[in-house]
């Protein structure tokens, strides 16, 4: 069976992966039912040991527009009444009935509603990602050097499968070309630039590196050969997605995961915005 998750999940789930170093933590964690044999998924699962003892707080999660009811929090009591859970604990995005709350109370069943972020006036970044969008920038690069022999005759070499060495003519310094093809690629004002200038889709663009001093090429022959140009072919793919952004206002603090979808992959940006401070902005790309 998929494991299901969803951004209300994950968001509660890097909130405790937060909090103590001392926790692991796990997103759709399977236990076994002790009566049916059955294999049941709980959304989050965190997990320590005391002693000879292992705890293990479970929490379980509901993005819904009403607040939860009575029925499920009785519900999630029976789940976890035949599974190892020492500790349950239910978020709710909602809220909960009070009914609800003091069962959960009497059943000795911890709920976490967060509070709402719209009247937070210090949760800048969070609020402008509404309906915002997300471009990604997926870049190829080869590369060719151009140089002349001591005839004057023009040579160009491209087979980037090579790594050419190149020497400073005064210094003596040499450096190789993947090493400027690794530095070309990690820019981030070129990468800026790619996506600024780039239509949806496949873009080509090439790219002139000036090295700061004049250059010789060593070739395979052990030949020294004066380069006048070092190229960059670039292949560029820009893609575009809507954002959802999920946002919680916990302990003080407004924490935020908004998410791009892609047909290949997903673009999460973690956010933690305190008052006074500087927001932490936290990004990866998930492939699907």
């Excluded at 003892?53 to 009575?70: A, G, M, V």
């Excluded at 978020?91 to 069943?109: D, Q, V």
């Excluded at 509070?115 to 997300?134: F, P």
């Excluded at 560029?236 to 992959?265: C, M, W, Y």
């Amino acid at each position: 069976m998929p494991q299901r998750s969803n951004s209300f999940q994950k968001l509660v789930k890097i909130l405790n992966e937060r909090l103590d170093g001392s926790w692991i933590v796990s997103e759709s964690k399977m236990f076994t039912d002790s009566i049916t044999g059955e294999k049941r998924e709980v959304d989050i699962v965190i997990e320590s040991k005391f002693g000879s003892h292992n705890i293990i707080i479970s929490i379980e999660c509901r993005d819904h527009k009403r607040k939860c009811d009575t029925p499920w929090v009785e519900s999630m009591k029976s789940k976890h009444d035949s599974l190892p859970t020492s500790k349950l604990v239910l978020w709710s995005a909602s809220g909960f009935y009070k009914p609800a709350l003091l069962k959960a109370e009497k059943l000795n069943i911890d709920t976490v509603t967060p509070d709402n972020i719209d009247e937070v006036e210090w949760s800048k970044l969070s609020k402008s990602l509404r309906n915002g969008t997300i471009e990604l920038l997926d870049s190829k690069l080869s590369f060719f050097i151009d140089v002349e022999n001591e005839n004057k005759e023009k040579i160009r070499y491209d087979n980037n499968e090579c790594n050419y060495v190149l020497q400073e003519i005064e210094s003596g310094n040499t450096f190789d070309i993947q090493s400027v093809k690794q530095y070309i690629a990690n820019d981030p004002q070129i990468g800026g630039s790619l996506l600024k200038h780039s239509s949806l889709g496949e873009n080509d663009f090439w790219i002139n590196y000036i090295h700061p001093n004049k250059c010789f090429l060593i070739n395979e022959n052990n030949v020294k050969l004066s380069v006048f140009r070092i190229g960059f072919g670039v292949k560029a793919k820009v893609e575009r997605s809507a954002l959802n952004i999920t946002s919680i206002l916990h302990q003080g603090k407004v924490s935020s995961l908004a998410v791009g979808e892609f047909p290949d992959k997903k673009m999460e940006m973690f956010i933690e915005e305190t008052k006074g401070s500087e927001p932490i902005v936290l990004t990866g790309i998930v492939k699907k």
